[in-house]
């Protein structure tokens, strides 16, 4: 089964398999440091859990993704909050924003001027940015072993579907967009998955189905497999599968 083939996400298996998405995102909401009466947007609010901890704050959140079976999930879930299911490179509200908060999520988006001129327009000046996404070399060890396995195997040279800048880039690019930059960090983060020796190949079925698009359905099998061998030696430690992640992590005001 692969979660991404229907276009879009599988909203419960994400919450039961890969939870430490937004368990690692509560650390950054200290950095938005939320508080009562701001207007608040979480940008890709997945599931709805950081956003509904910034609620908490008593700041009015405004969840937005562009997946519907995410947004639906959130909506039950969370049935008080506002959902919107949109995509932040056209997204549009009547009030400007005090906030800006996104956890994992911009990396999904390979057209980054599109998205920060879009979030400089809907914070108000003064107001503040808060994101962490993949940075350069995120995920490079996995993206290396499917990459000399669908080579070898089919001769295909798969796109990189993400979106993983260096500290400079992305700084830079947010100061040609009116924003000044608090603070960066480009930082490991070594991310262990569940389910033992299953994880790899859960995680890949979640997150990596752009990498192994072109692989034929009767080849997945043969292929995943074939991935595990090529990762192990690097990323399988004591029972488990943790993958080289390396995040972004961004504090900036909008001028
Ligand atoms: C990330 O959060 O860094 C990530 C998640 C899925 C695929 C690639 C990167």
């Known amino acids: 089964m692969l979660v991404l083939t229907t276009g879009d996400w599988n909203a419960s298996l994400y919450d039961a398999k890969h939870a430490f998405v937004f368990a ?3 650390d950054l909401l200290e950095l938005l440091a939320p508080h009562a009466g701001e207007l608040i947007l979480d940008v890709g609010c997945g599931t709805g859990h950081l956003t509904a901890a910034i609620a908490q704050s008593g700041a009015r959140v405004v969840g937005l993704d562009r997946s519907p079976a995410m947004i639906e999930a959130a909506r039950q879930r969370y049935p008080t909050l506002e959902w919107h299911l949109d995509d932040i490179r056209s997204f549009l509200y009547p009030q400007p924003f005090d906030a800006i908060f996104s956890n994992a999520t911009l990396h999904w988006i390979r057209e980054p001027e599109a998205v920060v001129e879009r979030l400089a327009r809907l914070l108000r000046p003064g107001g503040r940015l808060v994101l962490e996404m993949g940075g350069r070399g995120n995920v490079a060890a996995v993206c290396s072993a499917v990459e000399k396995v669908l080579q070898a195997r089919l001769a295909i040279r ?3 579907p993400w ?3 260096a500290l400079g880039e992305y700084a830079a690019l ?7 930059v608090q603070a960066a960090w480009l930082f490991k983060r070594p991310t262990v998955l569940e389910d033992g020796e299953r994880g790899l190949r859960l995680w890949l079925e979640m997150f990596g189905s752009p990498l192994l698009e072109a692989v034929p359905e009767e080849r997945k099998e043969e292929i995943l497999s074939a991935v595990e061998e090529q990762a192990r030696p690097a990323l399988f430690k004591e029972g488990h599968w943790e993958l080289d992640y390396r995040r972004l992590r961004v504090l900036a005001h909008r001028l």
Do not use: I, K, R, T
Request: hydrophobic content about 30%.
């Open 158 to 160: 798969p796109a990189n």
């Open 163 to 165: 979106y993983f800048p």
């Open 174 to 180: 947010l100061e040609a967009h009116g924003f000044e």
């Open 24 to 26: 690692y995102g509560s």
